[in-house]
């Protein structure tokens, strides 16, 4: 059976920069999708980003465009997650999840994988 597993969480101060993995045991498709969510106390789940494997589209949530970059971990079969220029707002417990599916990327009911989710702490 597929598990997600994630790394690279940890605290720090606004405007730096942290990497998270998302590594993958067991085969998957090369149909699927692989993505960031996150959800910080008291809030809703929100997208982050994804990356559709065989062919390499990405796609980010408005809150992150042009700080996040999601890009492919082959050493590992799954994905990283560049963060930078980090705000107090990102703090969030982050989970990787992937699933195979055409459309409805930023639905996380579209994904039917998640591993345990990583805490991201940003001080002000």
């Known amino acids: 059976q597929v598990q997600l597993v994630e790394s690279g969480g940890g605290l720090v101060q606004a405007g730096g920069s942290l990497r998270l993995s998302c590594a993958t045991s067991?085969?998957?498709?090369?149909?699927?999708?692989m993505g960031w969510f996150r959800q910080a106390p008291g809030k809703e789940q929100e997208f982050v980003a994804a990356?559709?494997?065989?062919?390499?589209?990405?796609l980010y949530g408005d809150s992150v465009k042009d700080r996040f970059t999601i890009s492919r971990n082959n050493a590992k079969n799954g994905v990283y997650l560049q963060m930078d220029s980090l705000k107090a707002e990102d703090t969030a417990v982050y989970y990787c999840?992937?699933?195979?599916?055409?459309?409805?990327?930023?639905?996380?009911?579209?994904?039917?994988?998640w591993g345990q989710g990583t805490q991201v702490t940003v001080s002000s």
């Open positions: 067991g085969r998957t498709s090369s149909e699927y999708v």
């Open positions: 999840a992937a699933g195979n599916f055409v459309t409805g990327v930023r639905s996380p009911l579209k994904y039917d994988l």
């Open positions: 990356f559709r494997w065989s062919i390499g589209n990405t």
